[in-house]
């Protein structure tokens, strides 16, 4: 942004564009600490199948800035890519998932548990992300089948060859793929078919209005019969009313993630609500949404 600027030099003066610079500028430095002072934590959204049964979760990223609280994904990831510092981050977050489910393994309540990981286009997109990954498994020694990397369309079709080639080496090594966000990029039905892919994602923008808008009803039917004849697992997100759900069953996506089942919480919230200390799903819920 600020090179971009430099060009329109005008821009600089004005007062509003510069403090968004300032602060911009601070976060960026902010997140080089970040990580070194242990800022960062893992959220963990669960993943429900039709018969409400916990298959796994998602790894979701918080940053807690000593002033400015919490900071969202939305906010840091990108600045994160620009500068680079995804990588160490998803490293972080890569290390952090493996251990959790290194913890999981070891219980037979959590044991067949997956784990799910954003990994952005710059992190898949480092010459030696695949030792890296392949290092983490092997230092925590856990069932790598039970780690799955999401990634989203255009990470993917960025340099459609390298990314499928890196997908099937780590495939081989037994890890599972995620098609996140899946239907707002624009992924070719061919290139589809040749991923090394296992699961697509229906992105949330579509499961919001499902019932009220027949044009979203029919993406969401046509994504689903695309995932299942292509042999590959259906997961909806942003599933947030049993209405959503019931369309969804109806048409075959058995599995859900989104606030009808919890938010992301912190990891001791959800070791207790995996082995059953908490068993009332709605204390995780609004209000609004517990009225359901
Ligand atoms: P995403 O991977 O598509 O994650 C889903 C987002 O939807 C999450 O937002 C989640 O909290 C939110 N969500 C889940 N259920 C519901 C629901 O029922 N209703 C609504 N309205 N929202 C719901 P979050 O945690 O803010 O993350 C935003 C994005 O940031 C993620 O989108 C992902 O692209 C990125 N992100 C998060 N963690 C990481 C990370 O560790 N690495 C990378 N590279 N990106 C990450
Ligand atoms: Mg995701
Ligand atoms: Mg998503
Ligand atoms: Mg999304």
């Known amino acids: 942004e600020a090179k971009t600027s430099g060009r329109n030099a005008v821009r600089f003066f004005d007062p509003a564009m510069q403090a968004v610079l300032v602060v911009k500028m601070m976060l960026e430095s902010n997140l080089r600490v970040a990580l070194a002072l242990e800022q960062f934590q893992l959220y963990y959204q669960i993943q429900v199948d039709a018969d409400g049964k916990v298959v796994g979760a998602e790894a979701l990223l918080r940053w807690i800035h000593p002033d400015r609280g919490f900071i969202s994904p939305l906010e840091f990831i990108p600045l994160a890519e620009q500068t680079g510092l995804i990588v160490p981050i998803g490293t972080w977050v890569l290390e952090t998932a493996c251990m959790q489910l290194k913890k999981w393994s070891r219980d037979p309540k959590t044991a067949h548990l997956s784990l799910a990981v954003n990994v952005s286009a710059k992190q898949f997109q480092q010459s030696n992300f695949v030792e890296t990954v392949t290092e983490i498994v092997r230092l925590n020694n856990i069932d790598p089948s039970r780690l799955k990397i999401e990634l989203t369309e255009s990470t993917i079709l960025d340099n459609v060859d390298a990314t499928t080639e890196k997908m099937q080496q780590l495939k081989k090594l037994g890890i599972a793929f995620s098609m996140d966000d899946f239907g707002t990029g624009y992924s070719s039905l061919a290139y589809l078919q040749k991923l090394p892919l296992n699961q697509l994602k229906i992105d949330q923008s579509f499961v919001r209005d499902l019932n009220d ?80």
């Open 213 to 292: 808008d027949e044009s979203d009803a029919t993406i969401v039917r046509a994504i689903i019969s695309l995932g299942l004849n292509l042999g590959l697992d259906v997961i909806a997100e942003g599933v947030e009313t049993v209405a959503q759900r019931r369309f969804l069953i109806e048409h075959n996506c058995l599995t859900f993630q989104g606030y009808l089942y919890s938010k992301p919480i912190p990891i001791e919230g959800l070791n207790a609500l995996l082995t059953g200390d908490i068993n009332e799903h709605s204390f995780f819920l609004t209000p609004s949404e517990a009225d359901e």
